[in-house]
């Protein structure tokens, strides 16, 4: 297995702490709005990277946290007037929706920064006593990075670089430019405090990941706490350099030994982001496509690189999929074993830093060799039973091809338009015992022509969507 490592900005062997098997965290939602395109992209592609491991042999822990005390968090709780538990908890509901309709699969573990303050205040005050830590006089605690001489070391951003790096307001007892806020001091009634032994407070944003990783993750006694670090790349730095550096400076050990990014994902040629306006939500792309054909789409460009997003290229992915279901659906029946070459090639090409182009070229060659081979013996049962098989795989690699094919070429048509659809076909039927073509060939072009194919088999007549 290859990763690429941002640390050291290549590609690299993945030679887990502990062989065969793998420790994963990966940082999750600030849960006070939906769950966007750039959620979904990120958690596609440590799905991905699951998937793969799990596929390969390895023993797999997988964490993935969630984000519930923070600055835009409670801004949003008080200007609704919401309790923050009952908002985080109403976007945390939503956006494992999301992820479940994009086929991805839970975390082995989800925890939350408020539930874990025993974890964040203990870590806290290891760094205090070891004098790494600060608190200044309004009840704030920094960690001051001039004590850490491997400060930059993921994101290759030193000290002395003039970067505007922080999510809150100066505070002018700073030491460096770089120090960064590892608990908040209760700041009055529009702001939310817990009472613990550092005082009324809520902790910042990067100490929580590090605590977590020690309660929920990291193996002791090894010099890193947990073999893969992943998130979007907009964490690397400060995100992921503080939750280093803490982590660091706190246990002396290293908390991660690779580190992995995905890319951005673009609209309309501008990074998505709240501010320019051009979010799109996941909720949303749902009201139009079924979950698994954006899954499809999203996994199409590979992790590292920026997705450019746009409904064009979404359809042409979607061809992809059609075609597989179309083979899906030639071979319906019992479910055979792999065939071991495909299996391997698969996985080999995931294998190679989740080298999607090479995977679903396999995929291609594969479904066209299947074709050919279906049209020469369209009968052939062992056959199909593998192919099947193959088709199982690919939806256990990749998370697409599970539903039944019939299903899929009926995604988009609601329940109530599938049963008049199904009383057309019942009429067209009676027309045809009476010999009335004419009305049976009229039923026919009327369901043509709102986008509903008809074909006769041995079973009975069956309907799709046509695209």
Excluded at 193 to 206: A, V
Aim: proline share 2%; glycine share 8%.
């Amino acid at each position: 297995m290859k990763i690429y490592d941002t640390k050291q900005k290549q590609k690299v062997d993945f030679v887990p702490i502990v062989p065969k098997k793998a420790r994963i965290y990966v940082c999750g939602p600030t849960v006070y709005d939906n769950a966007h395109l750039g959620h979904a992209r990120s958690s596609i592609a440590f799905d991905l990277l699951v998937r793969t491991l799990k596929l390969s042999g390895y023993e797999v822990i997988f964490v993935k946290n969630f984000t519930d005390i923070d600055d835009k968090i409670i801004k949003k709780a008080l200007d609704t007037n919401v309790d923050i538990k009952e908002l985080s908890s109403h976007y945390i509901r939503l956006y494992l929706e999301d992820m479940e309709a994009l086929g991805v699969k839970r975390a082995d573990k989800e925890p939350k920064a408020s539930e874990n303050f025993e974890a964040i205040v203990g870590l806290i005050h290891k760094l205090l006593d070891k004098q790494i830590a600060y608190k200044t006089s309004n009840g704030d605690i920094y960690l001051d990075v001039s004590k850490d001489n491997l400060y930059g070391s993921i994101s290759h951003r030193g000290t002395q670089e003039d970067n505007n790096i922080s999510r809150v307001g100066e505070n002018e007892e700073k030491r460096n430019e770089k120090d960064f806020v590892l608990w908040k001091s209760y700041k009055g009634k529009d702001d939310i405090g817990y009472e613990t032994s550092l005082g009324k407070g809520r902790p910042g944003w990067h100490i929580e990941c590090s605590a977590m990783i020690e309660d929920s993750l990291a193996y002791a006694g090894e010099p890193y706490r947990i073999d893969i670090h992943g998130g979007g790349a907009d964490l690397v730095f400060p995100h992921h350099e503080n939750e280093a550096s803490q982590t660091r400076c706190a246990t002396d050990v290293e908390i991660s030994k690779y580190w992995m990014h995905n890319g951005f994902v673009n609209i309309n040629g501008e990074k998505m982001s709240k501010s320019l306006g051009n979010s799109f939500f996941i909720k949303d792309a749902l009201k139009v496509y079924d979950g698994e054909i954006l899954r499809n789409y999203l996994l199409g460009t590979h992790y590292r690189a920026i997705l450019n997003f746009n409904e064009e290229d979404l359809l042409v992915s979607k061809k992809r999929l059609d075609k597989l279901y179309r083979l899906k659906k030639r071979v319906e029946g019992e479910v055979g074993e792999v065939d071991e070459k495909f299996k391997s090639a698969m996985l080999e090409a995931m294998s190679d830093d989740l080298n999607i182009s090479k995977t679903l070229s396999v995929l291609e060659e594969m479904m066209g060799a299947s074709n050919d081979e279906l049209d020469k013996n369209p009968k052939n049962k062992a056959f199909k039973a593998k192919v099947l098989g193959n088709i199982d795989f690919v939806d256990r690699l990749l998370g697409i091809g599970g539903k039944k094919a019939s299903d899929y070429f009926q995604l988009g048509v609601s329940e109530e338009q599938k049963a008049w659809i199904v009383s057309q076909i019942s009429l067209r039927d009676q027309a045809k015992k009476d010999k009335d073509f004419a009305l049976a060939d009229k039923i026919r072009d009327e369901l043509a022509g709102i986008g509903i194919g008809l074909m006769d088999t041995p079973q009975g007549c069956v309907w799709e969507k046509m695209a």
